[in-house]
Antibody
Framework: EVQLVESGGGLVQPGGSLRLSCAAS????????MSWVRQAPGKGLEWVSV???????YYADSVKGRFTISRDNSKNTLYLQMNSLRAEDTAVYYC????????????????????WGQGTMVTVSS | EIVMTQSPATLSVSPGERATLSCRAS??????LAWYQQKPGQAPRLLIY???TRATGIPARFSGSGSGTEFTLTISNLQSEDFAIYYC?????????FGPGTKVDVK
């Protein structure tokens, strides 16, 4: 069974740092696109960052320069290092696998988020 | 950034009826559109990708249609477990973006 389990959330003061982890079973990070998506309390979903299988990374403008996505293939674990945290970063953070998509031309690239973890709550408050 | 909008914000439906949810993109996303269902306290679940392909294990009462900028999710014969929030999501261009969601509740 494919499973993603996040950990590392908690309460942190503004300006502080936190590192989230996402441990996978049943899938291999090194051959998949992996992403972080967050959801502020009572709000919708916001894509945060993606790590391509080849190592390329992309970030939402709201976290660029403050967050870093990485992985440890030997541990099959995805990370999100969050620095200079702000109150508006308060959210449940989900890791998700990004499925490949195919169209009439063949391979199209990263697609939908097909597997999600249960999420970990990050609260930024003094 | 591609902006996704959804309507209505809330849809009140009786069990057994049909629910029709709309999603619009600010520019064409081709068929690179997914739908997710989220229940309180749970992670989102992928329902539809490629605008119209059901994900593994999703019942046939869920169907998606559309391309370009206009998309529809239809839930036929609504079951009690279908009352939830539904999000559309475009993956045509980074940054990937989501709609604000449509809440389907009991009429």
């Amino acid at each position: 069974e494919v499973q993603l389990v996040e950990s590392g959330g908690g309460l942190v003061q503004p300006g502080g740092s936190l590192r989230l982890s996402c441990a996978a079973s049943g899938i291999t990070f090194s051959t998949n696109y992996m992403s972080w998506v967050r959801q502020a309390p009572g709000k919708g979903l916001e894509w945060v960052s993606v790590l391509y299988s080849g190592g390329s990374t992309y970030y939402a403008d709201s976290v660029k320069g403050r967050f870093t996505i990485s992985r440890d293939n030997s541990k099959n674990t995805l990370y999100l290092q969050m620095n200079s945290l702000r109150a508006e970063d308060t959210a449940v953070y989900y890791c998700a696998r990004v499925a490949d998509y195919y169209d009439s031309s063949g391979y199209g690239g990263p697609g939908a988020f097909d597997i999600w973890g249960q999420g970990t709550m990050v609260t930024v408050s003094s | 950034e591609i902006v996704m909008t959804q309507s209505p914000a809330t849809l009140s439906v009786s069990p057994g009826e049909r629910a029709t949810l709309s999603c619009r993109a600010s520019q064409s996303v081709s068929a690179n559109l997914a739908w997710y269902q989220q229940k309180p306290g749970q992670a989102p679940r992928l329902l539809i990708y490629g605008a119209s392909t059901r994900a593994t294990g999703i019942p046939a009462r869920f169907s998606g249609s559309g391309s370009g900028t206009e998309f529809t999710l239809t839930i036929s014969n609504l079951q009690s477990e279908d009352f939830a929030i539904y999000y559309c999501h475009q993956y045509n261009k980074w940054p990937f973006t989501f709609g604000p969601g449509t809440k389907v509740d009991v009429k």
